[in-house]
């Protein structure tokens, strides 16, 4: 039975009557059915990714309506992790899919440009454009930088015959990437990040094979587009509420996928929250900057002191335990290196008192803002959970969130013997 009339509460008489007078679908059965159907073909890391491929393929319907569009980059340390497999699955489902590998900047800003509509991009094999040679592909880069906003454009120069001309392409359009290790940060903070696994022994999948799963793809792709052309115009003006502790960039990410959910309905609005403060929690425990790393280290050697002599810091940074502070490029960190790694977050040397003693050094106050700016508060032991019961074929039992740290702890995915998932 269809997942919406399992929840119907009336008659089957009254749902088959129900039905023929909404040909379109509700949205939170549209997107309980694409939800399910990435789930045949991609063994995704967690639910919340899966959650948040579902909401990003119906945002590429919705186009017109966001201010920004997010990029959704599957990545992955090894090959044979499913990244590719996850484009594939999507591209019949998406409006006007451009599959792209190894692809010119000039082929790309065309079809962005293209006078019959919007492209959704969908580029494998990214790290062949942003490895190590990544200074080659600006171009391509900037593309992909410039896009993320509506109505941006890209300048070009065209020559013909014996005049150059100057031209602007559109650039906005919707990114998918796949590829091997990591992508720039100026397009990893634009992109909602799934970390794809070889899948484990435990974990099945169905083959995936494009020519016999087409007819049920353009089912879902119709419905989509029904739905879309329906609430688009409503979904416009609509600014979603975002979890706590989401703002700035990350909130730019979400903002369109969270109002995708909020229009849709049932537990939708709930469970991208949930996937959202997941997604932008794991991203924030990513590899930091050596900056950053510095900051954080500094915050734990201080501890409560008011101030620490530069001698005492570096002594304690050295005695941190696989800290990279004994052995940068061959050398210790000294005091000219501490000076100038912490010089570009406005913290300067000075002169402190110690005791009786006066001495060069650091202190908390002016490294209390440096703190504040760049780093997570310190986690918050105190943990609220409220569950509640449901029979959405997509998520139950969902948890509201305070913030990000407590969203990290307190998330654990499974399914239930009635194929039902629980956050």
Not at 79 to 86: E, V
Not at 112 to 119: A, F, S
Not at 212 to 231: G, K
Not at 402 to 417: N, W
Request: with cysteine; proline share 7%.
């Amino acid at each position: 039975m269809h997942a919406e009339a399992e929840t119907y509460s009336g008659s089957m008489d009254d749902y088959a009557e129900h039905k023929a007078n909404s040909p379109i679908d509700p949205g939170h059965v549209i997107l309980d059915d694409v939800h399910a159907y990435l789930g045949r073909f991609v063994a995704y890391p967690s639910l919340h990714s899966q959650i948040a491929h579902a909401l990003w393929i119906m945002h590429t319907h919705l186009m017109p309506a966001w201010d920004t569009t997010p990029r959704i980059a599957f990545l992955s340390a090894e090959p044979g992790s499913g990244k590719s497999r996850a484009l594939e699955v999507m591209e019949p489902l998406v409006p006007r899919p451009v599959e792209a590998v190894n692809v010119s900047p000039a082929y790309l800003f065309r079809k962005v440009g293209d006078e019959q509509g919007t492209p959704t991009i969908l580029l494998d094999e990214v790290d062949t454009v942003f490895g190590p040679k990544a200074r080659e592909n600006e171009e391509l880069r900037g593309l992909l930088n410039a896009g993320y906003r509506k109505h941006s454009s890209a300048g070009r120069c065209v020559v013909r015959g014996k005049e150059v001309f100057t031209e602007e392409l559109p650039a906005y359009c919707a990114v998918a990437l796949a590829g091997l290790g990591d992508l720039p940060d100026t397009i990893l903070t634009r992109s909602v990040i799934v970390r794809m696994r070889r899948r484990a022994p435990s974990e099945h999948i169905e083959p995936y094979r494009r020519r016999t799963m087409l007819p049920t793809a353009e089912n879902l792709y119709a419905r989509m587009a029904a739905w879309a052309e329906l609430i688009v115009d409503t979904i416009t003006d609509e600014w979603p509420e975002m979890p706590e502790g989401i703002r700035d960039r990350d909130a730019d990410v979400w903002e369109s996928l969270l109002a995708v959910a909020d229009a849709a309905g049932g537990k939708w609005p709930e469970a991208a929250r949930v996937a959202a403060v997941s997604h932008v929690t794991e991203a924030k425990g990513s590899t930091p900057s050596l900056g950053v790393l510095l900051l954080a280290d500094l915050r734990q050697v201080f501890g409560e002191l008011t101030g620490m002599s530069t001698s005492e810091i570096l002594r304690s940074l050295h005695e941190i335990h696989d800290s990279p502070w004994n052995d940068l490029k061959g050398k210790p960190l000294d005091d000219r290196g501490l000076s100038r790694r912490l010089k570009p977050y406005g913290v300067t040397r000075t002169t402190i008192r110690i005791g009786e003693t006066t001495v060069k050094g650091y202190r908390r106050e002016d490294l209390w803002d440096a703190w504040e700016r760049y780093l997570s508060p310190p986690p918050n032991t105190s943990v609220t959970k409220e569950t509640s019961e449901t029979q959405s074929p997509v998520v139950t039992g969902v948890t509201h969130v305070t913030d990000l740290q407590q969203a990290k702890r307190d998330h654990v995915t499974h399914e239930s013997d009635n194929g039902v998932v629980a956050i």
